[in-house]
């Protein structure tokens, strides 16, 4: 989109370029079409030939053009990442409800687990993602003597700041749970961590063990249980989140969606290494890393999910429906909680291209540079699909010939470079 070819996107595609066949030589389980198919739609990521474009052109005077190149979209994509992010982020902000508290909880696993996770991606990363729900639904119940059913926004993010695998799930979950039976919203003031933790360990080792149900499994699920008395590593984050924070969304997508390097980062490649940096979260420091390509590609494809797989779900009473059903409920319970939140979460709308275009260059694309007027769609380009829209055949087919007949062009500007089917008052040679 506006990011233009930068340096780090070019050394980026490079790398891509000239060692993704050895890389999949090296790690067979990326030799597949469709591990192809997304490196080769990024590397033509904004490229006009590969991926199509979207050209404007000032339908007053003729004289301003614009050219839009259609971009991957990958989480894959450094030059994508932003857009990705945006999209992220009011996706999740339209599910955030104004008046409701939620709390952000990150459920993590040891580094012992990591490597069965990621053989068995396909298998595992759904059921992970439900049995955090379940356990929360039990933690909630289980403080509050009730059954409970919160309302959940699971976001499963697959990366640590350094790039390597460590599957861990970031929960947004709501203050408390609906009470079905009482027809009641049951605000909760805390999560007790020694039992969430505890908890969340056994609901990960049950469900790895049903899962797997392999011997090698059921022996990693017992080293897990004696290594960790005290549970698995949980973080509620403090106090309740969305009132520190103008948009709990933006705030998350910062953990959660922005991608493992970030096209910025990437300082030095000789041709068989990469130098990057990042922020770690443990030392909170810039910390500088040298790896080999293959190492910096593995780490980048890593992270894409299984084909088709959705990685934010809503769960619980966060489900869209059953959310809206009860949210007068909630709402109403929760005003008679002291320290409630009064503020609504913003909602976020994602920058359409020309928002974007407009922030990182100060110029609006679509405006005609010569006569300042709007530019409309000339062209539409598909690899695939070939000219999927053209104005100038349009014209010639007499689209506008039936307005100018009805009035007098000169009192519509908006059509008066078009005033007839057969004239066209536009340098024909500019067109192409
Ligand atoms: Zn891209
Ligand atoms: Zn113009």
Not at 12 to 40: M, N, T
Not at 223 to 244: I, L
Request: hydrophobic share 35%; proline share 5%; charged share 20%.
């Amino acid at each position: 989109m506006t990011a233009e070819s930068t340096p780090a996107w070019n050394v980026f595609k490079q790398i891509f370029a000239e060692h993704w066949a050895g890389f999949k030589r090296l790690y067979p389980r990326y030799d597949q079409r469709y591990y192809d198919s997304l490196v080769d739609k990024m590397l033509g990521c904004g490229n006009p030939d590969q991926m199509g474009y979207l050209e404007y052109r000032c339908l007053h005077c003729g004289e301003g053009t614009h050219r839009v190149a259609m971009s991957c979209k990958l989480s894959l994509c450094l030059r994508c990442a932003k857009v990705y992010v945006d999209h992220w982020v009011s996706q999740v902000s339209q599910m955030l409800h104004a008046g409701v508290i939620y709390r952000h909880i990150v459920l993590t696993m040891p580094a012992m687990l990591r490597p069965t996770f990621y053989q068995q991606a396909k298998a595992l990363l759904s059921p992970f993602m439900r049995c955090g729900v379940r356990c929360l639904d039990d933690c909630f119940s289980r403080v509050s003597g009730r059954a409970l059913k919160g309302g959940y926004i699971m976001v499963i993010q697959t990366h640590g700041r350094n790039g390597q695998y460590n599957p861990h799930l970031h929960c947004i979950a709501t203050s408390g749970g609906w009470d079905q039976q009482a027809q009641q919203w049951v605000h909760l003031e805390y999560v007790p961590y020694p039992m969430l933790r505890k908890k969340w360990q056994w609901y990960l080792l049950t469900m790895l063990r049903q899962t797997l149900k392999t011997r090698e499994s059921s022996r990693l699920v017992d080293a897990c249980y004696t290594r960790y008395r005290e549970g698995f590593v949980t973080n509620v984050q403090k106090g309740d989140v969305p009132s520190r924070y103008q948009s709990l969304a933006t705030y998350l997508a910062k953990y959660v969606v922005s991608p493992p390097i970030s096209l910025r980062r990437i300082d030095r490649y000789d041709g068989q290494r990469v130098t990057y940096h990042y922020r770690s979260h443990k030392s909170e420091r810039v910390e500088r890393e040298t790896v080999t390509v293959y190492a910096f590609i593995g780490r980048m494809v890593q992270h894409v999910f299984p084909k088709g797989f959705q990685r934010v779900r809503y769960y619980g009473v966060q489900a869209t429906k059953t959310f809206t059903k009860i949210k007068g409920l909630i709402q109403k319970a929760l005003a008679q909680v002291k320290g409630i939140i009064q503020e609504a979460i913003k909602i976020i709308v994602p920058l359409t291209y020309r928002q974007r275009y407009q922030q990182t260059s100060g110029r609006d694309p679509l405006r005609c540079p010569h006569c300042q007027r709007e530019m409309g769609v000339w062209r539409l380009w598909h690899p695939t699909y070939g000219l999927i829209h053209d104005e100038l055949r349009a014209i010639a087919g007499g689209k506008y010939t039936s307005q100018a007949s009805r009035a007098d062009p000169a009192a519509k500007p908006g059509r008066t470079v078009w005033p007839a089917a057969r004239g066209i008052p536009l340098p024909l040679s500019r067109l192409q």
